[in-house]
């Protein structure tokens, strides 16, 4: 079925640097994508998302872009903070599970001070 | 409350035992999900209900699964016969009937531990 991967589990940059953080996806079909962020013992928090009609969307210091045509996802986070420091996960609106979405596996970021 | 509410935070059962959790989701959200997470992973759907209505199941929930939504408000999730592969976090998750229906908004989750 459908995956949501991440190109690397674990990110760690310094406080005040940009992050970027990539997915992949696999179904050419999905119309919608969202990034979460779960910190430990939490459920995820929403961040952003975007539609398939979209290339680019910014949010408060966050931009997530979105690039069809190799099926590829980033977020940025610009001027990155401790408290950023989680889990994040792109995830798909998946067909097989109707409105439902669907994870990958997610990105550990660490920011250092 | 304002946020999806789960209860409890944390459950520990000894393996063939019976479990129930409880799904409160926000007031004007018609939409309810149920999804398991297991650590390092990210979150696996099982289940949807739109009101009191169940209109998905993923296959990952076995006949020991049973979810529940009677009033279209609160769920709750059973899992019977308790295996120690059951052990994991088990997420519930709601979305408005307009607008952003696709946006999911998490609770903090039910850590099951299976012994």
């Known amino acids: 079925g459908e995956n949501v991967g991440l190109h690397l589990p674990t990110l760690s940059v310094q406080e005040g640097d940009n992050s970027i953080i990539n997915c992949a996806y696999s179904n050419s079909a999905s119309d919608y994508f969202i990034w979460y962020k779960q910190e430990s013992g939490k459920g995820p928090q929403f961040i952003i998302d975007i539609r398939s009609n979209m290339d680019k969307r910014q949010g408060q210091r966050v931009t997530v872009l979105l690039n069809k045509t190799v099926k590829h996802l980033s977020l940025q986070i610009a001027a990155t903070q401790p408290g950023d420091s989680a889990v994040y996960f792109c995830a798909e609106r998946g067909n097989q599970a109707g409105t439902a979405l669907i994870f990958g596996k997610g990105t550990t970021l660490s920011v250092s001070s | 409350d304002t946020g999806v509410s789960q209860d409890p935070r944390h459950k520990i059962t000894k393996r063939g035992q019976n479990v129930t959790f409880r799904c409160d989701p926000i007031s004007e959200h018609n939409r309810l999900y149920w999804y398991r997470q297991t650590l390092g992973q990210g979150p696996e759907f099982l289940t949807y209900?739109?009101?009191?209505?169940?209109?998905?199941k993923s296959r990952l929930l076995s006949d020991r699964f049973s979810a529940e939504r009677p009033k279209g408000s609160f769920s709750t999730l059973e899992i019977q016969r308790t295996e120690q592969g059951d052990s994991a976090m088990y997420l519930c998750a709601s979305s408005p009937p307009l607008g952003e229906r696709e946006k999911l908004f998490f609770g903090s989750g039910t850590q099951l531990s299976v012994l």
């Open positions: 209900f739109q009101n009191e209505a169940q209109l998905e």
